[in-house]
């Protein structure tokens, strides 16, 4: 069967923060959108659990943090520290999942085929126990039929936890949530259902659809269905068709693959400098080879997960020149990467 794994790491600026600076770990910390210096002018971007034992949460000015807690440590933030894990994140749960949809830059849900809840579960807490093992961050797994509730499922098992509800569990598991529990209910949507005096969600379940999608649109009829516990939602890679490609005339013909060795280095840097300028991953490699008679000849491979690893290009583009290589002189390469995903993904305050 089919289930979504639901990844969101704990307090993950804070997290990382504590991973380099060991000292902070135990203590209250945040993390802030300032410098060091004016840390009292910006806001809290992430806070950690002893520091929310204060009642310090994220988006509140800096300056309440510092009132509700004397002892409060401070980071500043590092996009790019920040960045660079979320990609080592992804790298290795793309290594467990069929397809994979990055939803920001802690958060992604993995579709899995499995036997059934258990098996799911114990995948779940091997991902758990590699990440931590890894990168020593720690985070919470949510598993359902869908994306949307394995997220609201993942939300209720925090932190470093993990939970599976089964489909004939999910009506019961939401009926006392509040609406605004549901990914994509903000203010407005709630004060909608307010209206039509629906305030939990399963409340939700039982009004009329045909009222929920006079006031709501499709959305109320998708917001129906998750109450009842039908969730349509499907992971979609972020991926775009898109491929990272670059090619280059040698100065003099090749015979040999030994006789490419600088100029594959030198693509291949190219490659992954764009790679990483686009925040990108990939998971195919392929390379090309033109010969004296200027037919081509293109050879491609896929990885098992996305990468953005020079030594992964360089390793596979070198295997699949050498398939390149026989009677006829080659006068120009090429290599490329396809099946790219975006770790962009948008910036959540959690
Ligand atoms: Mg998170």
Not at 26 to 49: C, F, H, M, W
Not at 58 to 87: G, V
Not at 149 to 167: H, L, T, Y
Request: net charge neutral; glycine share 8%; charged share 30%.
């Amino acid at each position: 069967m089919r289930l979504v794994l639901y990844i969101d790491m704990d307090c993950f600026f804070a997290a990382c923060e504590e991973v380099r600076h060991p000292e902070f770990k135990g203590k209250p910390l945040i993390v802030g959108t300032n410098s060091e210096k004016d840390r009292l002018r910006g806001v809290v971007q992430a806070a950690n659990y002893e520091a929310r034992k204060f009642g310090i949460h994220s988006a509140m000015p800096t300056r309440d943090a510092f009132k509700l807690c004397k002892e409060l440590q401070y980071s500043p933030p590092d996009d790019l520290y920040y960045e660079e894990t979320s990609k080592r994140i992804m790298e290795l749960l793309s290594g467990y999942a069929k397809r994979i949809e990055v939803d920001s830059i802690d958060e992604a849900a993995l579709e899995v085929e499995v036997e059934g809840y258990a098996e799911a579960l114990e995948e779940g807490r091997r991902i758990k126990e590699q990440i931590k093992k890894d990168l020593g961050l720690p985070c919470t797994i949510g598993i359902s039929t869908g994306k949307v509730i394995a997220k609201m499922v993942c939300d209720s098992a925090k932190p470093d936890g993990i939970k599976a509800v089964e489909a004939n569990d999910v009506k019961d598991f939401l009926k006392d949530k509040d609406v605004e529990r549901i990914p994509g209910v903000g203010k407005k949507t709630a004060e909608k259902l307010a209206a039509l005096k629906v305030k939990d969600i399963g409340g939700l379940a039982k009004t009329d659809p045909m009222v929920l999608i006079d006031a709501l649109g499709s959305f109320g009829r998708e917001l129906f269905l998750i109450a009842n516990g039908t969730d349509e939602s499907i992971v979609e890679e972020n991926v775009s068709v898109i491929s990272i490609s670059r090619e280059r005339t040698l100065e003099r013909n090749a015979q040999s693959i030994g006789e490419i060795e600088g100029m594959v280095n030198k693509l291949a840097d190219e490659v992954i400098a764009e790679v990483k300028k686009q925040k990108l991953m990939f998971k195919s490699v392929g390379v090309k080879a033109r010969y004296v008679d200027f037919t081509d000849r293109i050879k491609s491979r896929s990885l098992n997960s996305y990468t953005d690893s020079r030594d992964s290009l360089l390793a596979v583009a070198n295997q699949l020149f050498k398939g390149l290589f026989g009677d006829k002189p080659v006068r120009k390469i090429g290599i490329r990467v396809s099946s790219l995903i975006s770790v962009k993904g948008q910036r959540s305050l959690l």
